[in-house]
């Protein structure tokens, strides 16, 4: 699955990866060595790419692959601002976040052939409107605030300024297009998560 999913990010975005001698992936490389060396995973096959393309975003793959895409390099503006991307999506790998939404995924997989064996329509509890707002997008807003709290603990001791996660944030906030609901997203909303944040710190 890991294998898979890195070949469909590679075809998709293969050749707008910035090579490793460029600025961008120098500055992003800098500050995830220094997350990865007190993150515990220093044995781990780490690899980081920069993707030159607008999107404001970054996001990692089983085994340890994070990609960075340039367009969010303007609102990190610094390298408190990058640890603070690089802390949160290190953490889903430490976290194993990508092998517990399988986990919960099988459990409900699960739950539907019980419910058919019983005799009653899984479809009634589990179609496409309860599974994705009440089950996988609060599951997934779960796995964001973990990320979130053990990213500002590895920013912390790999001595960068956790603080400027909420600036982060808040410069997102400022980018963001008139975002979706937090009850129909995946993710914390911004100002949820500049809250959140505010406290841990």
């Not at 994070?66 to 990058?82: A, K, Q, R, S």
Request: charge should be neutral; hydrophobic fraction near 45%; charged fraction near 20%.
């Amino acid at each position: 699955m890991a294998i898979q999913a890195y070949n469909e990010v590679m075809h998709q975005f293969g050749r707008r990866i910035l090579p490793p001698n460029h600025p961008y992936t120098r500055f992003v490389k800098r500050v995830a060595e220094r997350i990865v060396q007190v993150s515990g995973m220093e044995d781990m096959k780490w690899e980081f790419y920069v993707i030159n393309s607008p999107e404001k975003n970054a996001f990692v793959l089983p085994g340890g692959k994070v990609f960075v895409f340039t367009g969010i390099l303007p609102v990190v503006e610094n390298e408190d601002g990058m640890a603070a991307v690089l802390g949160h999506e290190i953490s889903h790998q430490l976290a194993r976040h990508s092998a517990e939404k399988l986990s919960f995924a099988k459990i409900l997989f699960a739950l539907q052939y019980t419910l058919l064996l019983l005799g009653i329509d899984p479809s009634f509890v589990f179609n496409r409107l309860t599974y994705n707002f009440l089950m996988m997008m609060p599951f997934s807003r779960k796995c964001e605030k973990e990320a979130d709290n053990i990213g500002l603990q590895l920013m912390a001791q790999a001595c960068f300024d956790p603080r400027e996660s909420i600036e982060v944030w808040k410069r997102m906030e400022m980018h963001a297009e008139n975002g979706v609901p937090q009850f129909a997203s995946t993710h914390p909303s911004h100002k949820n998560r500049i809250k959140l944040l505010t406290k841990e710190v």
